[in-house]
Nanobody, 118 residues
């Protein structure tokens, strides 16, 4: 499988914003729920937000509700994560993948690093 390709990370001060992008062009990604995950240093990877194929159904982890927005563009096969009011605890590597990946069903990309500090 071709891995998703994440981009858009960087360094921001607390309260700042970033928009992450994930290009996932294979049909397995285009026609399934997609999820943004993050992995903080020393912690396990955790789901942040997911979105269905149409883009109309979205769910968010409690720790990002009201601050992050997930969206997708089916034409460009891109999933976005708009992140506002970033806090130091949002620091980590962000990945996109299927909602319930498993061996042979969804591949992990390189991720994109987000660092929030003053």
């Amino acid at each position: 499988q071709v891995q998703p390709v994440e981009s858009g990370g960087g360094w921001v001060q607390p309260g700042g914003s970033l928009t992450l992008s994930c290009v996932a062009s294979e049909d397995i990604y285009r026609f399934n729920y997609m999820t943004w995950y993050r992995q903080a240093p020393g912690k396990q990877r955790e789901p942040v937000a997911d979105i269905n194929v149409s883009g109309l159904a979205k769910t968010y982890a409690d720790f990002v509700k009201g601050r992050f927005t997930i969206s997708r563009n089916m034409v460009t096969a891109t999933i976005y994560l708009q992140m506002n009011d970033l806090q130091p605890e949002d620091t980590g590597t962000y990945y996109c993948n299927l909602k319930n990946p498993r061996p042979g069903f969804g591949s992990w990309g390189q991720g994109t690093q987000v660092t929030v500090s003053s």
